[in-house]
């Protein structure tokens, strides 16, 4: 399983969906969830994601490429991610 960005919008005009999705799947092909939407072309960008659900896949061992990781870092999700991870290990 892989966190990804999907690309929507126009051509010139990007704007991407955060995407759980098999590692198998083409880009723009299959997804299981949205998680969110980037707008890179928003002045500044835009980043809007569902932190409970990109916890949830982060938990459920799904891997973020480097962008979305990125990403999840602007918005929080990460943070929750590594807080509920160290408070449930041993």
Do not use: C, H
Not at 36 to 54: M, Q
């Amino acid at each position: 399983m892989k966190l990804r960005l999907m690309r929507m919008g126009k051509k010139k005009q990007p704007v991407y969906r955060v995407v759980a999705a098999d590692s198998r799947s083409p880009r723009d092909g299959r997804f299981i969830e949205i998680l969110g939407t980037y707008e890179p072309r928003a002045e500044p960008s835009r980043v809007l994601i569902d932190n409970d659900k990109a916890v949830r896949w982060l938990n459920d061992g799904a891997q973020p490429t480097e962008t979305v990781a990125r990403l999840l870092t602007q918005s929080g999700a990460m943070d929750q991610f590594k807080s509920a991870s160290a408070g449930t290990s041993p």
